[in-house]
């Protein structure tokens, strides 16, 4: 019997002087029929079983037996004897003979005596109550026994019982991919979080976290774990890192140029609700011009002038010898004549107005020349 990691197995071998046969057999080699013998001439050849002796032509006295040279040699009778005492007798040996002493019979560890106390024989364990454990067979063998133990527990020559393996510290990395758990004959692998067990029950795969939308808006699986996303006008939460919240873009200074209003996931510009509009970037409030664009309130008599976020309506009188001119800029007047007719009428004072000469003038008209309505607008 050969024994190997965890079985055995059997190898057909025989003893010396003894060969195997096509039948699986083992046979005495007779040595005396091949004439592999070393008996001298004075010596004829006897086979025994494995071997053979060289026995004289003359024999020995009773008591003694030739041995493979010639010689005679003491016979033990109470080895070659089945039975050579009575019961409750002990053989004793002696040269040439044997004689039989009565004894108290105590047998070996495995054996206790026969019911006539006469011979030891073999203790069965097998019958005793559980001798190998809950987890093994019992094998009996003579003067001793073998447990055969369940698959996952291996034999404890100390305590002769099966015990149980522990898988994961004996063949430790080798088993599971995370973490392995030992268990009553086996053991159990399992993964660490944000990975499941495969199906052989060994190997571990990744969770596809978003598969069951942990996050509020927008969701990335990654290898053994997820990260979450906000839209635009969104951030994440700082503390459970799942929630998005609103961006108040409001607080960030001179966000809009008058206004700001938040909104969720957003915010909103705006200006004042009348002169002015919003720009095309969404954010600066430009000022309107109500006199390029017609929608002022001024009368005919009246002239528009433009101001940031609104307008003003201003009226005027021409000096002498000037009418209003048609230009829309505003107090224009046109002189009738030449620089002659200034000096005739005593306006060519440059700080009065001005003009050139043969060319019909825009002129700017001293204070005197306004009238209290439009001094009123102009200080407003």
């Not at 003894?18 to 057999?25: G, L, R, S």
């Not at 664009?293 to 528009?304: L, M, P, V």
């Not at 433009?306 to 002189?335: E, K, M, V, W």
Request: net charge negative; aromatic share 8%; glycine share 8%.
């Amino acid at each position: 019997c050969l024994n190997t990691e965890g079985s055995f197995y059997c190898q057909a071998t025989c003893a010396p002087g003894f060969h195997f046969t096509p039948e699986n057999k083992c046979r005495d080699i007779d040595e005396c029929a091949l004439w592999t013998h070393n008996c001298e001439a004075n010596f004829v050849c006897v086979n025994t079983a494995g071997s053979y002796r060289c026995q004289p032509k003359t024999g020995c006295e009773e008591g003694y037996i030739q041995d493979s040279a010639g010689n005679c040699i003491d016979v033990n009778e109470c080895v070659t004897h089945s039975h050579p005492c009575r019961p409750g007798q002990a053989c004793i040996n002696t040269v040439g003979s044997f004689y039989c002493r009565s004894i108290m019979a105590s047998c070996a560890r495995g054996y206790h005596l026969n019911a006539d106390g006469t011979h030891c024989e073999d203790v069965d364990e097998c019958v005793l109550n559980n001798v190998c454990g809950s987890h093994g067979s019992c094998v009996n063998m003579e003067g001793s026994y073998r447990c055969e133990c369940q698959n996952g527990f291996t034999f404890n020559s100390i305590s002769k019982l099966c015990e149980d393996v522990n898988e994961c510290r004996h063949y430790s990395g080798r088993l599971c991919a995370h973490k392995c758990e030992n268990t009553e004959g086996s053991y159990h692998c399992s993964c660490i979080k944000g990975f499941k067990l495969a199906e052989n029950g060994n190997n571990c795969e990744d969770v596809d976290e978003c598969e069951i939308n942990p996050c509020s808006q927008e969701c990335a699986n990654v290898y053994g774990s997820y990260q979450c996303y906000c839209r635009r006008g969104y951030e994440l939460n700082d503390i459970d890192g799942i929630t998005c919240e609103d961006i108040d873009e409001c607080a960030i200074p001179n966000v809009c140029s008058y206004r700001c209003i938040n909104t969720v996931g957003g915010f909103n510009c705006t200006c004042p609700s009348s002169g002015y509009t919003l720009g095309p970037d969404g954010r600066s409030c430009q000022d309107v011009d109500e006199c390029a664009a017609g929608t002022h309130t001024c009368s005919a008599s009246e002239n528009c002038f433009n101001i940031h976020g609104g307008f003003r309506c201003l009226h005027f009188d021409c000096p002498p010898n000037f009418r209003r001119a048609t230009t829309t800029l505003l107090g224009s007047c046109l002189h009738y004549g030449t620089s002659l007719d200034c000096m005739r009428t005593g306006l060519s004072d440059p700080s009065l107005f001005t003009f050139q000469q043969e060319v019909p003038a825009i002129i700017n008209w001293p204070i005197r020349y306004l009238n209290e309505s439009v001094l009123s607008h102009v200080k407003h």
